[in-house]
């Protein structure tokens, strides 16, 4: 076994020892996707100015080989599959509305991905990279970029004096503690010529999938995860002519249906009746039938065209959901915390009726105009304060209530949240036509946009704008355990349904297939799978309806396991003590909620079962998942963005500590 081992650039082992009598200070990240891209951007900023007196080794670690962009987003993936958030919103590094500021690199080092996409496209005439800021544009492109500048950054640190870069095609599976050579952690990989020293490491593994014995995974005939397409879900593992399982209608899933259809050299047309619907022409090469389920029975709603972009103002502040409300709630409803800290909240009871409020002001207001907003504001007012201080009814009849004090009686607010409630699947429904309908009049909503069609305007503005007013709410337990399990299940639903989903292209196609009933949606909700002969039975629970398939894809992203994560890593960093599980506790420890995050700091250092602090070893995206909410989504540029200050500054403590040191 070597030390430190250069594998995927072809470089040479780099010294572990001393320069000019210190010790090389080694800094290691581990996942070189898009966060550990983020990272590497602060560090390449950073130790031009601050290097190290005995100097620095950055070393990176990528499984999957593709450094910037990792698996997922990987320049590899199949150019059926598309983004689901618009070019302009897409950046790489911290800029100038950083807050607290940090330094930054030259802006030719950390192009936005639009003005990356515009350079490509002069370079090369590529139509893929000819995108305007409102498009929706292919993944493997954001691949492209981020490798782009993952090499931009490793060159500017590598021309730094002191610094090397190593980079290892290999995914880090378990963290030694101890002495190792005078470094704080050994990293293991799966690769046993490879295990690397480091002092301060940053975990930022990505999406994963979990592996559960004696589970429908286990079963031959299921694709347990899906990424990457090209390896996955092929014309071996789900052939042509046969009728395939997709489990999950959300992003993923459309990645998946348009791969085995269009990917497979369908083609997509415009509709001889309606210039703005698509008509699909198959191949031939298609699985015979794509049936698709969900708990639901319902697609993710569309993303409706971006009209926020030219002007940051339209974005929506929250005017009754706010900070300062829950706050308030807090002290006139709140149910102890037996940890002593703030009194925690109920989503249902206490916040469900601010947020329905919230998008009825905001449907008003598109619907009716700017003075109608007011005017609404004005009636509710008195009735707002009364929930606010605990004087009005909870729930579903506060937010019943509210709405009827405002006069907004033309938003329904059920039908906005559950637009196809499961009620409604009885047998003898066809739930496919239902659901048919439903992604035409969704369609119709995106290409109105999300500031002038009322419906998307009040998800978009609630549910996307005001996230950081729902991390406000939730984060590091500000929810009873039984409110958290419920928020998890079923409104972060909501939010992925409503405000998540794909932009206007894809789901043109996807109701082109439905259309076409090569997807086949007639399954409803609540849908049961299970062994059948040499394939599977799949039948919904309310609608009676029943499909036979031969394979199966699962087609869901999964949540954060540190016990059944497929990768040892984390089963192996809990048994060696370095972290622990959070936990939301109950009033006598009997129902706590335990979503699978790790127990992390502020700073997103773990907590160790001790109650110790770690700050060594630092976790973001996935791990942090359940402990709080919106993790792993991407940067956006000029918008003080959390995801790039959380990399920013775990780049600043550890260039700080190593100078220090």
């Not at 950073?46 to 950055?58: I, M, N």
């Amino acid at each position: 076994m070597t030390l430190g081992t250069t594998k995927a650039d072809g470089g040479q082992p780099s010294a572990v020892g001393a320069t000019g009598g210190e010790r090389r200070r080694v800094l290691a990240i581990v996942g070189a996707g898009p966060m550990g891209t983020y990272a590497l951007a602060q560090l390449a900023a950073e130790l031009p100015h601050e290097t190290p007196a005995g100097g620095v080794r950055v070393v990176v670690f990528e499984g999957g080989g593709r450094f910037g962009a990792g698996e997922v987003h990987s320049d590899r993936q199949p150019r059926t599959s598309h983004l689901n958030r618009v070019a302009g919103q897409i950046a790489f590094a911290p800029d100038e509305s950083a807050r607290p500021p940090v330094r930054l690199l030259p802006p030719a080092l950390r192009p936005t991905f639009l003005q990356w996409c515009r350079a490509r496209h002069a370079e090369t005439g590529d139509p893929d990279f000819d995108v305007r800021p409102e498009d929706v544009p292919r993944r493997y492109v954001h691949g492209l970029a981020l490798r782009d500048v993952f090499d931009r950054f490793v060159r500017r640190l590598r021309s730094t004096p002191g610094v090397e870069v190593d980079l290892h095609a290999c995914a880090v599976v378990d963290v030694v503690p101890g002495d190792h050579d005078g470094h704080r952690f050994l990293l293991r990989t799966d690769d046993p010529a490879v295990a690397v020293p480091a002092d301060d490491v940053l975990f930022a593994t990505g999406h994963s999938w979990n592996h559960y014995p004696g589970s429908d995974t286990d079963d031959p005939r299921w694709v347990p995860y899906a990424y990457p397409l090209d390896v996955r879900v092929t014309e071996r593992s789900v052939p042509p002519g046969r009728p395939v399982l997709v489990r999950g209608l959300g992003l993923t899933a459309l990645d998946v249906v348009l791969h085995l259809t269009e990917g497979r050299g369908g083609q997509f047309t415009p509709s001889p009746d309606d210039p703005a619907l698509l008509r699909y022409v198959p191949s031939g090469r298609e699985p015979s039938r794509i049936v698709g389920i969900s708990p639901s029975g319902v697609p993710g709603s569309g993303r409706p065209r971006n009209d926020k972009l030219a002007d940051p103002a339209l974005e929506h502040r929250g005017v009754f959901f706010t900070e300062p409300a829950i706050d308030r709630l807090r002290l006139s409803c709140g149910f102890p915390d037996p940890r002593g800290r703030r009194p925690r909240l109920d989503f249902d009871l206490h916040l469900l009726p601010l947020v329905v409020l919230e998008m009825a002001y905001v449907h008003h207001r598109t619907k009716h105009g700017e003075q109608a907003g007011r005017e609404l504001r004005d009636r509710v007012d008195d009735a707002y304060q009364r929930f606010l201080s605990g004087s009005l009814a909870q729930g579903e009849e506060g937010a019943d209530l509210l709405l009827h004090a405002a006069q907004a009686g033309d938003f329904d607010w059920r039908a906005a949240l559950d637009p196809l409630p499961a009620h409604l699947a009885q047998p003898g429904v066809d739930w496919h036509d239902l659901v048919r309908t439903r992604l035409a009049r969704d369609l119709a909503d995106c290409l109105e946009g999300n500031v002038a069609n009322p419906v998307k305007a009040a998800c978009d503005g609630v549910w996307r704008d005001l996230r950081a007013v729902f991390s406000a709410a939730v984060d590091d337990g500000g929810l009873t355990p039984e409110s958290h399990r419920r928020f998890t299940e079923v409104h972060l639903r909501h939010y992925n349904r409503l405000s998540n989903g794909a932009g206007v292209e894809p789901m043109r196609k996807l109701s082109a297939l439905v259309d076409a009933g090569l997807v086949d949606l007639a399954i409803g909700p609540d849908p049961v799978v299970r062994a059948h002969g040499t394939g599977l039975l799949v039948e919904g629970r309310r609608t009676g309806v029943a499909r036979t398939v031969e394979v199966a894809v699962e087609a869901r992203v999964h949540p954060f396991d540190p016990w059944h994560d497929a990768s040892p890593l984390y089963r192996n960093l809990l048994r060696r003590g370095l972290a622990r599980q959070w936990r939301n506790p109950s009033a006598d420890g009997s129902a706590d909620h335990v979503p699978g995050a790790l127990d992390l700091t502020d700073e997103f250092h773990p907590v160790l079962p001790d109650g110790s602090v770690e700050d060594a070893l630092t976790f973001l995206g996935a791990p942090a998942e359940g402990l709080r909410v919106f993790q792993l989504t991407a940067a956006r540029p000029g918008s003080n963005s959390a995801v790039l200050n959380n990399a920013a500054a775990w780049a600043v403590r550890a260039v700080a500590r190593s100078v220090r040191r």
